[in-house]
Each structure stands twice: as C-alpha cells, then as structure tokens.
C-alpha cells in the first residue's frame, strides 16, 4: 500500500510549543506497469507481457460536445487492446474488455488503491489528530493540487484527494492544475539543454565506474536480456537492458505480487544494479551546483513562496523569490494554503533528496512521499534573526524525519532537534539551490563545460 505517512518506530511529534502553519507534499505515483520494452524475454519463465491489473479503467466517461443543443454530454464506452504478434502480423484482440489489460506506464487498480491510502493517512494525521485541516472541504483556496501531465501522476493525485475528502465529506468541487511542459517544475525538465549536458556527463562517470561491475549481473540475468549485446549497461540510453530498465520492472512486478525470473532471487545482483541505475540518475544531483538550481530549484523556490506569500515578516523577499522561479513578476496568491500537493515522479523525489543531500539511494517506491510542514513558535521570541514569531520547517521522506545538513550547525534549527530548520536556514538553503538568474537564460550558459567535479576526478585519474 506504498511507505507510511508516519514511520514505524520513528516519534513523529508535534511540540506543543510549536503550531503547524502549512504541510506541503510531493509525492510520487502509485504502482503502476512497466515503461520499458525490455520484458520479452521474460514470459519464458512465466511473466506476463499483458498485466490484467487495470480493471477500473475498462469503462470510461468523457465529455462530448453537440453543436446543435450548445451543451457538453457525456459519452461512455469500453476500453479494449488490439495488438499484433510476430508470428502473425493480423490484429489480435487481446479480450481486454473482460480482463482489464493496462498499457505500458499505467496506475493500475492497485495503484489506485495506493493513492486512496495515502490520502487516507493525510486524514488521519492532519484532520483527525492534529485538527489542522477542516473535516469538510468547502473552500478551495484551502487546498493547492498540482500534477505534472503524465496521465497517472493526475490519477493518482485524484485518488489522494478523495482519500483525503470522501465524496460525502466535500461541497466544493476541487482544482487540479497543471503546466505547460516548458513551464513544469516538478521534475528536471528535458527542456533545459545545460541540464541535459551535464546529466549526460555525469551518467558517462556512472558508466565508467559501474558498467565493468554490471558483468556478473549480465552473467546471472542473461536468460531475460533483450539487446543483442546481452549486457546489463548504465549511462547508455539505446540499450534495453540498461539498469534502470531492468529494476524498474522488477519493481513494478514486487508491487503486483508478479513472480520474477529465478534470476532476481541473487539480491546482490539486484542491489548492484539497483545502486548502479541511481547513481548514474541522481549522483549529478548531490555533487554539482549547476544540477541542483536548473533540476528542482525552481520547485524549492515554488515551495518557499507558497510558504511566505502574504506574510508580513518574508514579504520584502518576494522579489527575489520570484527571481527564483524564474518569474518577471511577483505573483500574489490570495490566500496561503494550509496544504499543497503535488503529483510527481521517482525522478522528483531522487533529484529533491539528492538536492538536499539527504538521498539514502535505495530504490524509491511506488507512493513515496517528500512532506515539508511548516511551524510557528506559539510563544514570542527574540531570539531568532527573522523576528517574532519564529518558523521553522521540518522535512520528512516517507514519514522519517529528515536531518538536512544545511541545518545541522548550532543556531540553525530548533532546540536540540535539527529535524527543525529555522526559517532563515531553509530560506539560505533554497537560495543555494535556486536559479542564480533567469532559469531559462541559465539553462543556455557554460554549454560545452564540463562539470567541475568530474573535471578534478578525471585530472586525479590521469595523475594516478
């Protein structure tokens, strides 16, 4: 059912000297089918080409226009699967009517029912114990849902919602945004040539180190490999055995409860290649400035504003925040929610906690979550550089509180609790990492260079 809002034997306390202001989550899809075309030679020990798992989508609703009465109706129908094999080119009708067969990429009924779950536990954290949201949803200024356009990030952020507020518990009919893909945030955009650059560069250093280590894997899995090659490759996107490939669906099958190949029961092949495939996708993240302002920098900088927008004590740093984001102007939002969620990727939540330096690199599952409450001090101090009252932030992944190293000095968090950034510290800490000009300006500026870590790594090899 995807990783806990609260984790296991973690205190998850809130100090009563402490009054929760705002919770903003990102989150990652729920389970769904695998993207890659890397299985064919898989079914042989059993695996299914076709997942029968999408059985809530075989009927649909849409909306249709009539000229004639200038109304919109709405027209429902059922989804089949149509698709040739290699011994007959003929159409072959997969009878997905009857068993729900999902396409490459989609949330399956699980998923579904993931999303609701973690909608649910919003509830009964942030509704049923804390009071902070209202039991109702009657005001939408309340609540900021956005999704990226990726069909089942928008699903999925539909089913958290409705976890949250059953339809008996909501009056108003809530807004789903989304943006324009040169405009998205939610994840590193392939718009950004300087971006792409350096992900190649540093997905070039992950295959130096890791492709020689990928041999045995290649050995031990070779009966389910697709390319000619036969070999199991980070940092090469034409092969279709690439490492993020092959653990991605084995991920996708552990989610469903789909028995694998015999290969994948030797776990240190599995790790190997798991840590291969994060390391070529997210190490640039955690090493490089660059990486860090033009991957989620703009989404920090989103983050800090829906933080401070209307509030008198950062409202002077409004200017600036919107340099950020890469805004000409200042965008004035009427009301700061109490809560915000976002609809994302695996890639989000990588390049965020990277970002951070806070990534543990293990694989990252389906419905994971990256949560950012914001507090204010109940009792006036004069002890902190922003005035009185005083905020702080805590990050959380996955319901663990998050030890971010920007706030680990003294003065720099809350107490003896350095969950707690101060504002100040998280405010510095979304500078660093933010656009240093206009992000598409700097996504065009030092093509051609080459990383300055990897510059030194290559210089001390060739010196070695």
């Given amino acids: 059912m995807g990783p806990p809002l609260v984790f296991p034997g973690v205190e998850d306390h809130y100090p009563n000297s402490l009054t929760l202001k705002q919770v903003q989550v990102l989150f990652r899809h729920g389970e769904r089918t695998p993207v890659h075309r890397s299985i064919q030679q898989w079914d042989k ?35 089949e699967i149509e698709t040739l094999t290699e011994e007959d080119p003929s159409p072959l009708f997969t009878n997905a009517g009857k068993k729900g067969i999902c396409t490459e990429g989609q949330l399956t009924d699980r998923g579904r029912i993931s999303g609701h779950y973690l909608g649910a536990q919003l509830r009964e954290l942030y509704v049923d ?42 009056s108003a009919t809530p807004t789903l945004l989304e943006r324009f893909p040169f405009e998205e945030n939610l994840h590193p955009m392939v718009y950004c ?10 997905q070039e250093a992950a295959a130096k180190k890791w492709n020689p280590q990928l041999e045995e894997a290649s050995h031990v899995l070779k009966d389910i490999l697709s390319s ?54 997210f190490a640039g ?50 009301k700061v929610p109490l809560l915000a969620l976002y609809a994302a990727h695996d890639s989000s939540i990588g390049a965020i906690l990277s970002t951070m330096g806070v990534f543990d690199n293990r694989w990252i ?16 101090s004069t002890s902190w550089s922003l005035g009185s009252p005083a905020k702080f932030v805590r990050v959380k992944y996955n319901g663990r509180p998050m030890g971010i190293p920007a706030c680990q000095p003294k003065g720099k968090h809350w107490g003896e609790d350095s969950s707690f950034c101060t504002f100040a510290a998280f405010q510095d800490f979304v500078r ?28 001390a090899t060739a010196s070695a």
């Fill in 129 to 170: 114990r804390l009071a902070f949201l209202p039991r109702n949803f009657t005001k939408t200024s309340d609540i900021y849902l956005r999704t990226t356009g990726i069909v089942r990030s928008r699903e999925t952020l539909q089913q958290v919602f409705n976890g949250l507020y059953p339809l008996t518990s909501h």
């Fill in 45 to 79: 020990w059993g695996f299914p080409i076709f997942w029968p798992l999408c059985e809530s989508t075989r009927r649909s609703l849409t909306g249709l226009i009539n000229p004639q009465i200038q109304q919109v109706t709405t027209f429902e129908y059922e989804r």
């Fill in 432 to 459: 660093s990492v933010s656009p240093m000009r206009d992000w598409s300006t700097q996504c065009k500026e030092h093509l051609g260079e080459q990383a300055p870590e990897l510059k030194e790594l290559t210089e």
């Fill in 365 to 380: 599952n389906f419905t994971s979550h990256i949560t950012f409450e914001l507090f204010e001090e109940k009792i006036k």
């Fill in 193 to 202: 040539p300087r971006l792409s650059e350096l992900r190649k560069q540093f």
């Fill in 228 to 281: 000619p090659e036969g070999r199991i490759t980070v940092g090469d996107g034409n092969n279709k055995d690439a490492a993020w490939a092959i653990i991605d669906t084995y991920s996708s099958a552990l989610a469903h409860n789909i028995k694998t190949p015999p290969g994948f029961a030797n776990r240190q092949v599995v790790n190997t290649v798991a840590r291969a495939a994060l390391e070529c996708e």
């Fill in 285 to 334: 993240y955690e090493k490089n400035a660059e990486m860090k302002q033009l991957g989620m920098g703009r989404f920090f900088a989103d983050v800090l504003q829906r933080m401070t927008i209307g509030d008198p004590i950062v409202s002077e740093n409004m200017a600036e925040i919107s340099q950020m984001l890469g805004q000409k102007e200042v965008k004035v939002y009427r």
